[in-house]
């Protein structure tokens, strides 16, 4: 009998404790959350771990472990910091004792594919989402794909790599056979074909409990139950080598190819960490911190920090927009107080009318229901009605998912920043949305002032790049017809968004008064003071005074420096630190 600490609360865990309950060769000693797994360690010295917990708690998991030299599984984890493990400590004797859940390698059917690779000419795998779930975000993909890639293609090199959006990658191996991979975040789902020598095939195609083998000449197998993929992991724990999972050496070595291979990559932060975050705020209400996936020494000064003022424009800048001429259609949605004062200022131009309702909930995301939520105006401004009409139909009256391209070019959107919404996988949150276009951003800043929407936003999409040259002529073409209406806006506007940002989600973020020799650089950001947006909580606001008093500030992928204090990033690990300046 195997005795099993498990380590974790969410769905996964609890699938996990109701496996090891039923299993005759498994049972839970414990089941406890992260923070209480050492004492759970030095308490049941004879049991193994099961960890089911997101990809950084994994890695703090991985630590653990080591330090009291135990076994145990866990599941892929945090690959940048397994890489820096590798680096900063060398091999590790424990590791060895230590599982990876990856999900990939314990199906029968990619052991039975791997067999055929040794003398094959070429291999194709295509994958969706990960195992256990509905889906993934590209870079837990990524990361699991690699388990299954990396035995067949050994230490190759990546070409041709290519990424649509955050829902899609495709790229080339050429290693000890040539492979070619795509990646998804739909699934679960997987299908591998191999091409050997004189035309022969052997194919692979997996959904969740089934799989089918196909030999050369169409011989195809019967479908095959797959035990799921809770059931495979912890196999694991009682037969590695039957079960055909990883060790945490063979994920160490993964790790650490993919730091060199996919280092140019640029993907946002997934869905499941501000998911997360969300989660942590309603179990934990007290623990900001923990919510923006933070852990360290306590910063609330007895103050807040002072809210910023900014002062918009009396009517949307899309009217501008619409008068300067680079615009066919000005869409807005207003409160039903707002209408009257709109009407007034377009009675020259064609209006469409609907109503709607908007429940937008934490993080900015916008609920897809027009039914709920608090009741809205939408309103269709044109020159032409057939234009005003034809967008208030696709808008309002179909699904808009399906006419990105033709609303972006019927309200003048650029067609680069069309493009990259369109190819987002999950449009709804705007935080995500925000990190998506920074993610797309070459870093040495300042970004333009113009650009930046993270707390006020002066265009009306989402640019594919805090430095698209299409989206910030858009916004001082914008600006340029504002300021004759309104003498000094733009001044007071730079003042406001000319300075960089700590930004973790809607909610979560710190306006920087860096000092003078700030010039948008990577790495630390001297700092004066700082303020928040009005709606940020209480909170929030003392612990921006405290980052507005540390002098210094610096976000890595593993800690926030803030002077001479140091938090460590965990799950869900949110943060990111926008340049935004004049220059």
């Known amino acids: 009998m195997t005795r099993v600490i498990l380590v974790g609360d969410g769905v996964v865990a609890r699938r996990w404790a109701a496996l090891i309950e039923r299993s005759p060769r498994l049972e839970l000693a414990r089941h406890v959350a992260l923070r209480d797994l050492d004492a759970a360690l030095e308490g049941t010295p004879d049991a193994t771990v099961a960890a089911a917990v997101p990809p950084r708690a994994a890695l703090e998991v991985v630590q653990r472990l080591i330090q009291h030299e135990r076994a145990g599984l866990v599941p892929s984890p945090w690959f940048r910091g397994l890489a820096r493990m590798v680096d900063n400590d060398g091999p590790a004797k424990a590791w060895g004792a230590i599982q990876v859940a990856s999900g990939w390698n314990t199906l029968p059917g990619v052991r039975w594919l791997s067999r055929q690779v040794a003398g094959a000419r070429h291999v194709s795998l295509e994958i969706g989402g990960v195992p256990g779930c509905d889906d993934g975000d590209l870079w837990e993909v990524l990361t699991r794909a690699a388990a299954v890639l990396r035995r067949w293609t050994g230490d190759g090199r990546v070409t041709q790599l290519r990424s649509r959006g955050t829902a899609e990658l495709e790229f080339t191996v050429e290693g000890r056979v040539s492979a070619n991979l795509r990646l998804r975040t739909q699934g679960p789902r997987l299908s591998g074909v191999v091409d050997g020598a004189a035309g022969r095939r052997w194919r692979l195609d997996w959904q969740p409990d089934r799989e089918t083998r196909e030999r050369s000449a169409g011989r195809r197998e019967a479908d095959r139950h797959v035990p799921d993929a809770d059931v495979r992991a912890l196999h694991q724990l009682l037969d590695p080598n039957a079960a055909g999972g990883d060790s945490l050496r063979r994920a160490a070595d993964d790790a650490r190819w993919m730091e060199r291979e996919f280092s140019d990559l640029r993907l946002p932060i997934s869905r499941r960490a501000l998911a997360h975050s969300t989660r942590i705020r309603g179990q934990r209400p007290t623990d900001l911190p923990g919510a923006l996936g933070l852990r360290g020494p306590a910063l609330d ?192 506007l730079r003042h406001v968004l000319a300075r960089p940002v700590l930004y973790f989600d809607h909610e979560h973020q710190v306006v920087i008064e860096p000092t003078a020799e700030y010039d948008g650089s990577p790495g630390p950001v001297p700092i004066a003071g700082a303020t928040v947006p009005t709606w940020v909580s209480a909170a929030m606001a003392r612990f921006a005074r405290a980052i507005g008093a540390s002098g210094r500030l610096e976000l890595t992928d593993a800690e926030l420096r803030l002077g001479t204090q140091t938090l460590h990033r965990t799950d869900p690990a949110l943060g990111l630190v926008a340049p935004f300046g004049t220059g």
């Not at 259609?329 to 469409?352: G, H, N, Y």
Request: proline residues 8%; aromatic residues 8%; negative net charge.
């Open 301 to 492: 000064a007895p103050t807040p920090a002072d809210a910023l003022s900014v002062e918009l424009p009396t009517l949307p800048l899309e009217l501008a927009a619409l008068r300067a001429g680079i615009k066919p259609v000005a869409f807005l949605t207003l409160k039903p107080s707002e209408e009257a004062a709109v009407r007034d200022a377009v009675t020259d131009f064609t209006v469409e009318r609907r109503e709607r309702g908007v429940l937008v909930e934490a993080q900015d995301q916008w609920i897809d229901d027009r039914d709920r939520g608090e009741r809205r105006v939408e309103l269709y401004i044109s020159a032409d009605p057939d234009a005003a009409a034809t967008t208030a139909r696709l808008q309002a009256e179909g699904d808009p998912s399906r006419s990105i391209t033709e609303l972006g070019a019927l309200m003048g959107y650029p067609a680069c920043c069309v493009q990259a919404f369109a190819s987002l996988d999950d449009r709804s949150n705007n935080s995500r949305n925000r990190y998506w276009t920074a993610a797309c951003t070459e870093h040495p800043g300042p970004w333009p002032w113009e650009l930046n929407n993270l707390f006020a936003t002066l265009v009306p999409f989402f640019p594919c790049s805090y430095r698209c040259e299409a989206a910030l002529a858009y916004a001082r073409a914008t600006l340029a017809e504002a300021e004759r209406e309104q003498p000094g806006l733009t001044a007071r």
